[in-house]
């Protein structure tokens, strides 16, 4: 199997092809990994995601720091996996913020489905109140594994 480094602009193609990964944050020493959807901005560099408010929003109002993790694999001789490390920032309903809700609500728009997992129900609990933010990338890197 050879393993491969991909440059940024193949991170980023990656990224506007897929629409779900694995969201990483911390408070104190305890990570916590979680899916998300999202579409990815190329002209803001960074991912749009939404969730109801909990133990991820409360953790990344508290260290903006993330990391997400996309893959695709074909198997476990393909596969392509992208590491970003960037910033929350939350995305509120200011006049001054409005551009960027907008932009956020139509990328989401053109995804089927775009409101999962983000908006899905747990059991019969009420969903707390939404929360849409970003994630500023601070960096990529990729790889790319075939025989």
């Known amino acids: 199997m050879l393993i491969h480094e991909l440059t940024t602009a ?18 104190g020493a305890q990570p916590y990994v979680v899916p998300v959807s999202y579409p990815s901005d190329a002209d803001s560099d960074c991912l749009f995601c939404f969730s109801a408010v909990g133990k991820k929003v409360n953790w990344m109002r508290e260290n903006p720091n993330v990391c997400v993790e996309v893959e695709a694999v074909d198997d476990r001789f393909h596969w392509t996996t992208v590491v970003l490390f960037g910033r929350y920032d939350e995305i509120g309903d200011s006049p001054e913020q409005k551009d960027i809700r907008h932009r956020a609500l139509h990328l989401f728009q053109q995804r ?9 129900t747990s059991g019969h ?23």
């Open 112 to 120: 089927s489905e775009w409101w999962l997992p983000g908006g899905a």
């Open 10 to 27: 193949q991170c980023r193609d990656v990224l506007s092809r897929t629409s779900l990964g694995r969201l990483a944050c911390a408070r």
């Open 125 to 147: 609990r009420q969903p707390h109140a939404m929360v849409m933010y970003r994630i500023h990338i601070d960096s990529l890197t990729g790889r790319r594994a075939s025989r």
